[in-house]
């Protein structure tokens, strides 16, 4: 079955502790991103990568960290250092090529703290 | 650099009703455009995109969207709302190779029977 899947669907996090957010993808698309969703704020790009090895920040980045060592995922991992990071994390995917416009979503990781 | 503003957090129908949302757009290149929805805990579905082809663009589910360069808008609009359009929608920018996307705050729709 062919898409994009984030895990896990629901997290909580201790105080001080660092998660990470899977996203794996079989779309054999070239560009991953993480979006964060608070309600009222639409989405906002934390980071994002257009080739395996390399990933550049989005518009918030501070408190969060990447890898891209696959082409087929993208972690996220929430680090100790983000103060306030209850929100809907979802992650998107994009070909090359003409059809790069169009970003897929996953169905998204609600982050709770607790 | 692109922005998006979204005129309305919320909006509230009758089914049946015509259904607009609007979207204005600040682009310094050409701009793509997308309408995205989302049902409660779900990502996105893309609804429609203009990629500066037709302006007037028609998507799944009935709705379509206008592109109008002088007014810099691509409002959406559906001319018979149905219970199950209620979600939220997402106007989003593309300028030029950059990969990024830049999403407006979102609008409720909800559909009252």
């Known amino acids: 079955d062919g898409g994009i899947t984030q895990s896990p669907k629901y997290l909580f996090r201790k105080e001080g502790q660092n998660v990470t957010l899977s996203c794996e993808q079989n779309?054999?698309?070239?560009?991953m991103y993480w979006y964060r969703q608070d309600p009222g704020q639409g989405l906002r790009l934390i980071y994002y990568?257009?080739?395996?090895?390399?990933?550049q920040k989005g518009d918030i980045a501070e408190g969060y960290s990447v890898s891209r060592e696959k082409k087929e995922s993208f972690p996220l991992t929430v680090t100790s250092a983000q103060k306030n990071p209850t929100a809907f994390y979802l992650c998107?995917?994009?070909?090359?090529?003409?059809?790069?416009?169009?970003?897929?979503f996953g169905a998204g990781t609600r982050l709770s703290v607790l | 650099a692109q922005s998006v503003t979204q005129l309305g957090s919320h909006v509230s129908v009758s089914e049946g009703a015509l259904v607009l949302l609007r979207c204005n757009y600040s682009s310094s290149v050409p701009p793509y455009l997308f309408w995205y929805v989302q049902y409660p805990n779900q990502g996105l579905q893309l609804l429609l995109k203009?990629?500066?082809?037709?302006?007037l663009v028609k998507g799944i589910n009935g709705f379509e969207a206008e592109f109008k360069k002088s007014e810099t808008s691509f409002h959406l609009t559906k001319p018979s709302a149905h219970m199950s359009d209620a979600a939220e929608y997402f106007c989003a920018v593309r300028g030029g190779s950059n990969y990024k996307l830049t999403f407006g705050k979102g609008t409720l729709l909800t559909v009252n029977p």
């Open positions: 990568s257009q080739i395996v090895n390399d990933f």
């Open positions: 203009y990629t500066s082809a037709a302006t």
């Open positions: 779309l054999n698309h070239d560009a």
């Open positions: 998107a995917t994009s070909a090359s090529g003409a059809s790069k416009n169009i970003q897929y």
